[in-house]
C-alpha cells in the first residue's frame, strides 16, 4: 500500500477544495495528487498571478497553496487577494520560511520538496479554523 492509498479518506482536509498556484506543471499535478490522496474535493490550479487572479473573480476556494517564485514574479498579489477574502492560504517555496518577506512571516510555509504526510502536518495546523467550519474534526 502506497502512502497516498494509506491516507486516503482519513484527513479532515476532506472537506475543502484547493487552490494551487505553482508555475511547474509536474509540481502542481504532484501536488493535486496529494490533495486528493488526503480526500480534497476538488483542486483548481493556477500557474501564474494573473490567472490565479482571474481565477478567484471567478470562484471561492476554502484554502490554497501558494508557490512564492511563480517564474520570476513574487505570488504576494495573490497573497493579498487571497486575505482581502479571508481565504487561509501557505506558501510554498524552496527558501523556507527565511525567504518570506517579514509581511507575511506570520503566515504558514512549507519547504519543497515535501511529502504526504508533512503537506498534512502543516495544513492541517494552518487550515483548523476552516476545517472546523467546513464540519472536516
Not at 508555475?23 to 498571478?49: F, N, Q, T
Request: hydrophobic content about 45%.
Amino acid at each position: 500500500m502506497s502512502q497516498a492509498e494509506g491516507t486516503q479518506g482519513k484527513s479532515p482536509l476532506g472537506a475543502l477544495t484547493f487552490l494551487v498556484v505553482e508555475d511547474e506543471s509536474i509540481i502542481s499535478i504532484l501536488i493535486e495528487d496529494m490533495l486528493l490522496a488526503l480526500g480534497c474535493p476538488s483542486v483548481w490550479h493556477a500557474c501564474s498571478v494573473g490567472q490565479a487572479m482571474a481565477l478567484l473573480a471567478e470562484r471561492r476556494p476554502d484554502a490554497a497553496l501558494l508557490d512564492v517564485n511563480l517564474s520570476g514574479e513574487a505570488a504576494y498579489p495573490i497573497a493579498e487577494n487571497l486575505e482581502a477574502q479571508r481565504i487561509p492560504f501557505v506558501f510554498a517555496t524552496g527558501y523556507g520560511a527565511s525567504g518570506i518577506p517579514e509581511r507575511w512571516a506570520e503566515k504558514p510555509v512549507i519547504q519543497k520538496p515535501f511529502t504526504l504526510d508533512s503537506l498534512e502536518r502543516v495544513l492541517l495546523g494552518a487550515f483548523n479554523a476552516e476545517i472546523q467550519r467546513m464540519g472536516g474534526a
